[in-house]
C-alpha cells in the first residue's frame, strides 16, 4: 500500500471535489493564503525590477539614482513630477527638444520604457 500523499498546489479544488474538516482543511487554507500573500508580494517586486532596470540606462549621465554632482550641466531628475518628465522624454524622442544626446536614447524607448522610467524618478527624492 502507498503511502497517502499531500500536494498543495495554489489553485481551488476541482469540482465536485469534497474539502474535509480538520488539519486537512486548515493545511488547504493555509497553503492558499500563503499563494495568495506570496503573488501580492511578487507583482510589486517585479514593477519595481522593471522600473530599475528601465531606469538604469539613465544613470551614466544623471547620476546613480538621477542625482547628478553638484555643478554639473547634466540636469538632476530625482524627484521630478512624472507628467514632467513623460512631457521631456516624449520631445526629445520626437525631436521637438533641442539636446546633444538624449534624441538617440529616447528613440529606442516605447512609450511603456518612458512611463516606466518617470515613475521610477517621480518616486524618488530630490
Known amino acids: 500500500m502507498q503511502p497517502h500523499v499531500h500536494h498543495f498546489v495554489c489553485s481551488r479544488p476541482a469540482k465536485g471535489t469534497q474539502v474535509s474538516s480538520g ?14 500573500v506570496s503573488s501580492a ?13 528601465n531606469a538604469a540606462t539613465c544613470a551614466s549621465c544623471h547620476g546613480t539614482e538621477g542625482r547628478t554632482t553638484q555643478g554639473s550641466a547634466i540636469p538632476a531628475i530625482a524627484g521630478m513630477p512624472k507628467a514632467d ?17 538624449m534624441h538617440q536614447l529616447s528613440k529606442g524607448l ?17
Not at 488539519?23 to 495568495?36: D, F, I, N, Q, Y
Not at 508580494?41 to 532596470?53: F, H, I, N, T
Not at 513623460?86 to 544626446?101: I, M, S, W, Y
Not at 512609450?111 to 515613475?119: G, L, P
Open 23 to 36: 488539519p486537512h482543511r486548515w493545511a488547504l487554507t493555509a497553503a492558499v493564503l500563503a499563494c495568495a
Open 41 to 53: 508580494y511578487a507583482q510589486p517586486a517585479a514593477e519595481d525590477l522593471y522600473q530599475r532596470a
Open 85 to 101: 518628465m513623460v512631457t521631456q522624454l516624449k520631445a526629445f524622442k520626437e525631436g521637438t527638444r533641442p539636446a546633444t544626446v
Open 110 to 126: 516605447t512609450d511603456a520604457q518612458i512611463n516606466s522610467i518617470a515613475a521610477y524618478y517621480a518616486s524618488l527624492q530630490r
